[in-house]
């Protein structure tokens, strides 16, 4: 598939995107956002790929909403395009994403990273959301996910000053899951997804989903989704292999069914 502003390779069962608009800080275009939707749409239908990392460069991640873009829109417009409907496809991607970040992690691009489900950072990252100084506030999630992330009042304090933090600091707050030198940020995140990678898949992606449950549901009806998904994973191949491994003394193999 030929894309213009992300690229995609594969290694091992982990599909690789990157997006790809470096002489501006790989700003988010709506063009962008339709061809990085599509992609892990269609990594995720792939049975050879079983965990996807998202990146950008060693500079920025994202920088945000194409701001040129977003200066000619008028509300009706924007609100025409319904850009967010696209967005809110990323949430029904059913492998684990781990966002490699670095550099400029900012406003868009922050929330983009808020869709990944594990998140390695270069200790340059610089993450925060500052629409407010254009005028505007996050659309695209910035106040739901970074609330939950990170508590209230830090992300009070992020959203209304539009000041990033370091780093170090969205280590601090759980906003990442790793904080590791600039060279290794990539690697270290491809670790991670040959590690995952090694898992069986269903139980991966029914753990995917009920965690992330655990952010929409109240307590008993989370613990009854994970009791339900838990027996279904009774009825998994991969399941009689784990067991079995286990009871031989072996590694298992797992195929995802
Ligand atoms: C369009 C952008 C851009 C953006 C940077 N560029 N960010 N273009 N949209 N969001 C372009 C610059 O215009 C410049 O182009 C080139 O990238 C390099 O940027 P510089 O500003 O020269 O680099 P630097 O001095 O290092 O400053 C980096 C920066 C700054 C601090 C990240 O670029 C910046 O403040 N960018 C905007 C960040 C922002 O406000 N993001 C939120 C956007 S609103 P030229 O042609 O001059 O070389 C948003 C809403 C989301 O995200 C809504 C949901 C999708």
Request: a negative charge; aromatic letters at 6%.
């Given at each position: 598939m030929a894309y213009e502003f992300i690229t995609v390779s594969i290694e091992d069962a982990i599909g690789i995107v990157a997006l790809n608009r470096?002489?501006?800080?790989?700003?988010?275009?709506l063009a962008l956002i339709d061809e990085l939707v599509a992609e892990l749409e269609r990594l995720d239908r792939d049975?050879?790929?079983r965990v996807i990392i998202l990146t950008g460069n060693d500079r920025a991640f994202a920088a945000g909403a194409d701001i040129n873009e977003m200066a000619e829109e008028s509300a009706i417009s924007i609100m025409q395009k319904d850009q967010f409907a696209v967005w809110d496809?990323?949430?029904?991607?059913s492998k684990p994403i781990i966002g490699a970040v670095s550099g400029f992690v900012l406003g868009g691009g922050c929330e983009l990273m808020m869709n990944c489900d594990l998140i390695v950072a270069s200790e340059t990252a610089v993450i925060g959301q500052p629409e407010i100084k254009l005028g505007v506030m996050p659309g695209a999630g910035g106040t739901q996910r970074l609330t939950r992330a990170v508590g209230l009042r830090k992300a009070m304090e992020m959203l209304l000053t539009g000041e990033p933090i370091k780093a170090d600091e969205a280590l601090r707050y759980g906003l990442v899951n790793k904080v590791v030198p600039v060279e290794m940020y990539f690697k270290e995140a491809l670790q991670l997804a040959k590690r995952i990678a090694t898992q069986p898949p269903l139980a991966v992606q029914a753990i995917k989903k009920t965690v992330h449950k655990a952010e929409d549901l109240p307590l008993d009806e989370g613990m009854d989704y994970e009791r339900n998904a838990f027996y279904l994973l009774l009825a998994s191949e991969d399941r009689q292999e784990g067991m079995k491994a286990f009871l031989e003394k072996r590694n298992p193999h797992f195929t995802g069914r």
């Amino acid at each position: 598939m030929a894309y213009e502003f992300i690229t995609v390779s594969i290694e091992d069962a982990i599909g690789i995107v990157a997006l790809n608009r470096p002489k501006v800080l790989n700003a988010l275009n709506l063009a962008l956002i339709d061809e990085l939707v599509a992609e892990l749409e269609r990594l995720d239908r792939d049975p050879a790929i079983r965990v996807i990392i998202l990146t950008g460069n060693d500079r920025a991640f994202a920088a945000g909403a194409d701001i040129n873009e977003m200066a000619e829109e008028s509300a009706i417009s924007i609100m025409q395009k319904d850009q967010f409907a696209v967005w809110d496809r990323m949430r029904l991607i059913s492998k684990p994403i781990i966002g490699a970040v670095s550099g400029f992690v900012l406003g868009g691009g922050c929330e983009l990273m808020m869709n990944c489900d594990l998140i390695v950072a270069s200790e340059t990252a610089v993450i925060g959301q500052p629409e407010i100084k254009l005028g505007v506030m996050p659309g695209a999630g910035g106040t739901q996910r970074l609330t939950r992330a990170v508590g209230l009042r830090k992300a009070m304090e992020m959203l209304l000053t539009g000041e990033p933090i370091k780093a170090d600091e969205a280590l601090r707050y759980g906003l990442v899951n790793k904080v590791v030198p600039v060279e290794m940020y990539f690697k270290e995140a491809l670790q991670l997804a040959k590690r995952i990678a090694t898992q069986p898949p269903l139980a991966v992606q029914a753990i995917k989903k009920t965690v992330h449950k655990a952010e929409d549901l109240p307590l008993d009806e989370g613990m009854d989704y994970e009791r339900n998904a838990f027996y279904l994973l009774l009825a998994s191949e991969d399941r009689q292999e784990g067991m079995k491994a286990f009871l031989e003394k072996r590694n298992p193999h797992f195929t995802g069914r």
